[in-house]
């Protein structure tokens, strides 16, 4: 089995897919890299097939592992959050609208796939940052720890669960309409921030 990283081949002892990807694992953070991408004769492996039973027992002619730094592969994560930020705030202002002319099915829809994005949006700060070393409580973005304005933001989350439980929608309306534009830039705020301090070349 020929077991490549970032194309250049190397010498590793593995009779399965997954011996071969802990292998080279081990040889990429020994380098300051992660393996970030698995290709198995060719076809690229999800994260649900890699965890799979199938992964320890497969064999292959070509096991193709891609590596990032830590660093790249973080803001490059962050980039992707603030514009999924900007896809959250869309949605939030559409199930107003659409709150607004009781339509009230679609709006939850529309509501839902919002609130995902920012429970992503948190997963990748909070990740990102363990993964780079940084302490959320020591950075401050506009007077407040990172780690705060999480806090806030749950709150707030917590806030339209509430008002969609107890049926206020022209207080939701209001609160998405008026009041979370405020809270996307500030976020976009963060995950610029974040940025800066992971890789400032990356700027």
Known sequence: MQVLLDDIECDVKARTVGEAIDAVAVLARNRGRLVVDVFVDGAQWNE????????????ADVVRLISAEPAELVCETLADAAEALADADELQQEAAR??????????????????SIWLSVQQAIVKGSQLVGLNLDEIVVHDSPISASILRLNEQLKVVRS?????????????????FPEVVQEWRDILDDLQRRIDPENQ
Do not use: F, W
Request: with cysteine; charged share 20%; hydrophobic share 35%.
């Open 98 to 115: 659409l709150l607004q002319s009781d339509q009230h099915t679609v709006s939850m829809d529309k509501l839902n796939e919002a609130i």
């Open 163 to 179: 008002s969609l439980a107890g049926g206020d929608q022209i207080g939701l309306a209001d609160t998405l309409l008026y009041e």
């Open 48 to 59: 649900q097939r890699l965890s799979s039973p199938e992964c320890q027992t497969a064999v």
